[in-house]
């Protein structure tokens, strides 16, 4: 009994772990997409200024949805920015970007998001977390159209 407990709280943890790597990860691009609502310029300004507003409040969303389900299923999340920019693959906004190499930014960012979690909806479903897969199911879906729309929008 006691190696059954053991292998399902290794399980748990790992599932903690692949939603604290989401928060962090949605944390740093939260202030990211911020960083570009407020700095895009040109000609494109209305569309990627409207754009950026409507990513960075999904990202709002995603970050409480991810923490909650987190104490939900007995963990803590990752709460500090410091921790965030220590754990996160997204990097900080560059500054003096053009509107295109913001939007190319957020397309690489995605990405990673979107590779990582397939990789965390398979853990969620190795530790028979049903909830959690379908949760990163939802993001992945989600991202995989912004993507290609920020894509389409490159050419």
């Known amino acids: 009994m006691a190696n059954t407990k ?9 599932v903690v772990s692949a939603l604290n790597q989401q928060v962090v990860d949605w944390t740093v691009l939260y202030t990211k ?15 990627l200024h409207e754009k950026f507003e409507e990513l960075y409040n999904q990202a ?3 970050i409480d949805e991810l923490a909650e389900r987190i ?9 500090t920015l410091k921790e965030a920019l ?20 957020l ?11 397939k990789e965390s909806q398979e853990t969620a479903e190795a ?10 199911l ?12 920020l894509k389409s929008y490159l050419g």
Request: hydrophobic fraction near 40%.
């Open 6 to 14: 053991k292998a399902s709280t290794s399980k748990e943890n790992k």
């Open 33 to 47: 997409l911020h960083n570009y609502h407020w700095y895009v310029k040109g000609p494109t300004f209305f569309a």
């Open 60 to 62: 709002g969303t995603y």
């Open 71 to 79: 104490l939900a299923i007995g963990g803590h999340p990752v709460a």
């Open 86 to 105: 220590e754990l996160s693959v997204i990097k900080e906004a560059k500054k003096n970007l053009s509107a295109e190499e913001m939007v190319s930014d």
């Open 107 to 117: 397309a690489k960012d995605f990405d990673k998001l979107i590779a990582q979690l």
């Open 127 to 136: 530790a028979g977390d049903e909830m959690t897969a379908d949760m990163f």
């Open 138 to 149: 939802g993001m992945i879906t989600d991202l995989e159209k912004h993507n290609w729309m």
